[in-house]
């Protein structure tokens, strides 16, 4: 019986690089806080050209585990950090547009994350972080507030109560499905007819979450978000983004 042989594939020099450094990051060799050698020292000790060596760090910078400080002097070069919290939040907002998810996807993710951090922020909130919330909520009232500033504040208040939980990856998570519907929130914000109103409805309803956390009525706080996220953000399911180049148009199957 032959047997079928199939070609190896043949990985880019900056992708060995990135294997390299993730690699040292996985056995503790490397750590957030810690600096990499200059380039000029580190390409000849990796045997790759300083072009290939500075590809993978873009794309270690683009991911949130890289900072890179220019100059010269001990803060120059890069330094390995731990800043997942933009970073999936661009890559997220990113493959939403080019309609890797859909907007209901988006909307019931949302749902599951906050149901659950709203529920765990109200027996873990501390004084401090009731204390921002409620200065968000006081800054969401400030008259004339327009609507990009206001979506800051929405944003900032969500994310808050998910970091209140007690678990980081909610934030991160949190933060990032947020940030990808950001454009439509805020594209459907300015289409209201009435945005003061609009505004203050929505404030309303996040005193209401806030007063229901500082009274540790978890389950009712849970419930509160569900039926704010699927009410004025639900309404978002009418501006979907185009369907996916590699789908049916008939049935939408892959």
Known sequence: MSVEWQPVRQARTHELV???IEERVFTGDLKAGDRLPPERELAPVMGVSRS????????LETIGVLVAQQGRGPDAGARIVRNP?????RLLRLHFALGSYSLEDVLEARVTLERSSFQASAGNASPEELAEAED???R???PGIGVDEYNE???RFHVLFARASGNRLTSTLTS???ESVRPLILRALESTEDWPATADALTAEHADLLRLVRSGDGAAAADLVERHIRGFHGTLVDEKPEQRADEDPETGDA
């Open 18 to 20: 990135l294997q390299s």
């Open 52 to 59: 290939a060596l500075r590809e993978a760090l873009r794309v």
């Open 85 to 89: 919290d933009d970073a999936l939040g």
């Open 136 to 138: 968000v909520l006081s």
């Open 140 to 142: 969401m009232r400030a």
């Open 153 to 155: 504040l929405d944003t």
């Open 176 to 178: 990032a499905v947020r």
